[in-house]
C-alpha cells in the first residue's frame, strides 16, 4: 500500500506565494519521478511540474520563473513553491510518483488526493 499526502493549499492574494508539499509513505522502493499537477473546474489535469531522482526539473512554460519543484529523497517527499500567484493559477493541486516497490520491479503511478489553491485578484 502506498500513500501520497498532500499539504499546503489555501487563499492567497495575487502576487502572494504558497508552499506546497506531499510525502510519499509505504511499500516504496525507490521513486523514479514525482509531478505537480493541477486541475482546475471544468478543464483537464495539466502538468505543472516534474523533478526526477537526480533532481532535473522541468515545468510547463505558464510557471517558468514562478515555481520551485523539489524534493527529499530520503523522506520521499516533493515540494512545489509558488511565487507570484496569478488568479489563473487557481485549481486543485494533484501530486504524483511513478515510483517501484523492489529493485528492478515494475513502475507504478499514484496519486495524492489533492489540494485546493485558490488566487484572489
Known amino acids: 500500500q502506498v500513500q501520497l499526502v498532500e499539504s499546503g493549499g489555501g487563499l492567497v492574494q495575487a502576487g502572494g506565494s504558497l508552499r506546497l508539499s506531499c510525502a510519499a509513505s509505504g511499500s516504496i522502493f525507490s521513486i523514479d519521478a514525482m509531478d505537480w499537477y493541477c486541475q482546475a473546474p471544468g478543464q483537464q489535469r495539466e502538468l505543472v511540474a516534474t523533478?526526477?531522482?537526480?533532481?532535473?526539473?522541468n515545468y510547463a512554460d505558464s510557471v517558468k520563473g514562478r515555481f520551485i519543484i523539489s524534493r527529499d529523497n530520503a523522506k520521499n517527499t516533493v515540494y512545489l513553491q509558488m511565487n507570484s500567484l496569478k488568479p489563473e493559477d487557481t485549481a486543485v493541486y494533484y501530486c504524483?510518483?511513478?515510483?517501484?516497490?523492489?529493485?528492478?520491479?515494475?513502475?507504478?503511478?499514484?496519486w495524492g488526493q489533492g489540494t485546493q489553491v485558490t488566487v484572489s485578484s
Open positions: 504524483s510518483a511513478i515510483l517501484r516497490k523492489r529493485s528492478g520491479g515494475t513502475t507504478y503511478r499514484y
Open positions: 523533478i526526477i531522482s537526480g533532481g532535473s526539473a
